[in-house]
C-alpha cells in the first residue's frame, strides 16, 4: 500500500445500493473516514473518477451484463486491494434467481422488445471474472463491518473471517431460539454470523442473507423443518433465495431439490 494517504474507491455494479447505503449510514465514522483514506471514487456520495488508481476498492453489484465484465477487469486493474461488498457481489444477489430458470424467456415476458437488451445469460459473483482479495458477506453488509475491514487493511492486519453461525450471535444476546422455541422455519444454523442477528432478535427467523457458515447441515435443517410442516422444497427455496450462487447453498437446494443429501452427488 502506497506511503501517501490511502485511495479509496467504491464501485457499483448490478444491486440496489443497500450495501453503499451502509457506508453512508456509519454516522460520525464517516466523517472521519477521510482523515484516513482519500475517497477518489463514490458516486452514492459525490466524488466520480471511476478510472482511478486506488490502493483499495469496495466493490458492491454482480456482474450481469457484458459492460459490466469490461468495467470489473479494469477495476481489478485500478486496484491493489479489491473487496466484493454485499451478496449480489459475493453471490450473485437475488437477480441470480433468474440463473434457475431461462432469462430469454423471462425478458419476453416483461419487456417488448428484449431483443434490444444486452445481458448476459447470468447473474454472477465479481470473483467469477477477477481475482478478489477480501469478501463482506450481507445483504446489505452492515456499518460495523465496514469501518472493521477498512481499520484492519489501514493497519496492515488480515481481517478476521466469520465462520461461525447465527445461532452463536443469538446465544450471545441471550434471545429464545427463533427455530425450536418459537417455531418459525430459521436458516440461523446454517447461515454465518455478522448481522447482530437481527430477524431472531425480532421474533422472526433467519433468510440466510449473510450466506453460508463454515458448516451446512441441511439434512438435519429439513428434519426440523418437516416438524414445522414444511417440505424439502420450502428449504431449498430458502437456499436458493438471496445468496444462491454461493457453492454451499446452491449445492444444498439443488440436493433438496433432487431429494438426495449425498454430499457427494
Known sequence: MS??????????????????LALLNLGEPLLQLPALVDIV??????????AAKVDISLVEGSISTPED??????????????????????AGGVQALANFANRNDWMSAVYTEPDQIETLQTSNAIADYVKVDWELQGCPINSRQ????????????????????????????????????????????????GCGALCPAAGRGCYGCY?????????????????LGLDRQALARRFHFIVNQAPAFKAAGERLKGGSHDRNA
Open 3 to 20: 506511503r501517501q494517504k490511502p485511495k479509496l474507491a467504491v464501485h457499483k455494479f448490478s444491486s440496489c445500493d443497500g450495501c453503499q
Open 41 to 50: 471514487h463514490f458516486a452514492e456520495a459525490g466524488p466520480s473518477d471511476p
Open 69 to 90: 465484465v469490461q468495467r470489473i477487469q479494469q477495476v481489478r486493474e485500478n486496484s491493489e486491494i479489491l473487496v466484493t461488498v454485499g451478496a449480489c457481489a459475493t
Open 146 to 193: 465496514v469501518i472493521g475491514l477498512l481499520r484492519d487493511l489501514l493497519s496492515g492486519v488480515r481481517p478476521r473471517e466469520e465462520l461461525q453461525p447465527v445461532c452463536m450471535e443469538c446465544k450471545r444476546k441471550g434471545l429464545i431460539c427463533t427455530l425450536v422455541s418459537l417455531g418459525e422455519p430459521c436458516m440461523g444454523p446454517v447461515t454465518r454470523a
Open 211 to 227: 450466506g453460508p457458515a463454515e458448516q451446512v447441515n441441511d439434512a438435519s435443517l429439513l428434519q426440523r423443518f418437516s416438524q
